[in-house]
């Protein structure tokens, strides 16, 4: 009886030798044939072949539009570009790329950092608080608008904010515009917004629109180009009290902003414009917001438009 014993399971062993041997010679088969299923060479094989690798067609995903706004110069224009930043916020259109040109770098700069209409408008009443007793372009207004910028900006640089931003800034030594895109953030907007400032580096915001061209944000990435002018050519000032900014960066006429190419312009109606008062940020941002709605559709129509020309 033992001895029929030792040989069952002698027999047996055996058996499951040549099994395992077939089995392993199988999947090499197949591994070399190039076959779906997947050979451990380990004792787990026994069990079976892996299971079957899923090779389903990747589907190419469709891309959005790169959209740039340009936020102009001037303290009342920049301040209204708020409004149109909560216009897009509230219909969650991104914005993929911000210029900005003397108060417009300081808008775009916020609003890169806290990518947030109403963080910024928070930020910029605590400014105009400072600012109210202030002339503008006097010292201590400098000196108000450099301990604001270091507030926000010590230690930043543009390339590590959390949208790409883009300060332009006119040499004029060597006659031309860079499209400043690196460096430290405190000392760009100086550049921009401090009187003296700009001397000691021999730099300028360019505040006229010919410097500035559609062609060159498109070269840096953008596909659809944006440029805000909810105040239009001229505006008036019906009286002056609470805050007074006063105009010192010159109106922008059309006939510039035609020279510079932008394909969409966010504008008003009208040519000209009433402000019942200069000082109240939050006039100048109804104001934007409120032009920003009658440009949406189109805006919409363009975004569109660039999707069905640019995905298969």
């Given at each position: ?10 027999s ?5 030798c ?8 199988l999947?090499s088969?197949?591994n070399n044939a190039g ?7 380990g004792?787990d094989d ?5 299971a079957p690798?899923d090779?389903e ?13 340009v ?5 009342l224009r920049?301040?209204s570009c708020l ?6 916020e509230r219909e969650?259109k ?7 040109v003397?108060f ?9 950092k ?18 109210k007793d ?6 201590n207004?400098?000196k ?12 930043s640089r ?10 332009p ?6 006659e031309?515009v860079?499209y400043v895109?690196?460096?430290?953030v405190?000392t760009?907007?100086n ?7 700009p001397?000691?580096?021999n730099?300028?915001?360019p505040?006229?629109?010919e410097f500035?061209?559609?062609e ?5 990435g953008?596909?659809?180009v944006?440029y805000i002018?909810?105040?239009g ?15 010192y ?9 035609e020279?510079t ?5 966010i ?12 000082g ?5 941002i109804?104001l934007g917001?409120k ?7 189109e805006?919409?129509q363009?975004?569109n ?7 298969p």
């Amino acid at each position: 009886m033992f001895k029929y014993f030792l040989l069952c399971l002698l027999s047996l062993s055996l058996f499951s030798c040549s099994v395992l041997k077939k089995r392993k010679a199988l999947n090499s088969e197949v591994n070399n044939a190039g076959g779906i299923f997947i050979s451990t060479d380990g004792e787990d094989d026994i069990y079976g072949p892996a299971a079957p690798i899923d090779h389903e067609e990747v589907v190419p995903t469709k891309r959005e539009p790169l959209v740039s706004l340009v936020c102009p110069p001037g303290l009342l224009r920049a301040v209204s570009c708020l409004g149109v930043l909560k216009g897009m916020e509230r219909e969650h259109k991104k914005v993929n790329m911000l210029v900005g040109v003397e108060f417009g770098a300081l808008i775009s700069a916020l609003y890169s950092k806290y990518k947030k209409a109403s963080v910024v408008e928070w930020h910029l009443f605590s400014l105009g608080q400072e600012l109210k007793d202030e002339k503008a372009r006097s010292k201590n207004w400098d000196k108000k608008i450099k301990k604001f910028i270091l507030k926000h900006f010590e230690g930043s640089r543009l390339e590590q904010l959390g949208i790409p931003l883009i300060l332009p800034l006119y040499s004029k030594q060597q006659e031309q515009v860079f499209y400043v895109k690196k460096g430290d953030v405190v000392t760009i907007l100086n550049s921009h917004l401090v009187s003296d400032f700009p001397d000691k580096l021999n730099v300028f915001p360019p505040m006229e629109l010919e410097f500035l061209s559609e062609e060159e944000m498109t070269n840096r990435g953008a596909d659809i180009v944006v440029y805000i002018d909810v105040l239009g050519e001229k505006f008036n000032l019906k009286w002056h009290s609470g805050l007074i900014w006063g105009i010192y960066s010159g109106f922008i006429s059309r006939s510039s902003l035609e020279k510079t190419g932008f394909s969409f312009v966010i504008k008003p109606a009208t040519e000209s414009i009433a402000i019942d008062d200069a000082g109240k940020i939050v006039e100048l941002i109804n104001l934007g917001e409120k032009i920003y709605k009658t440009s949406s559709i189109e805006l919409e129509q363009k975004l569109n438009l660039w999707k069905e020309e640019n995905n298969p």
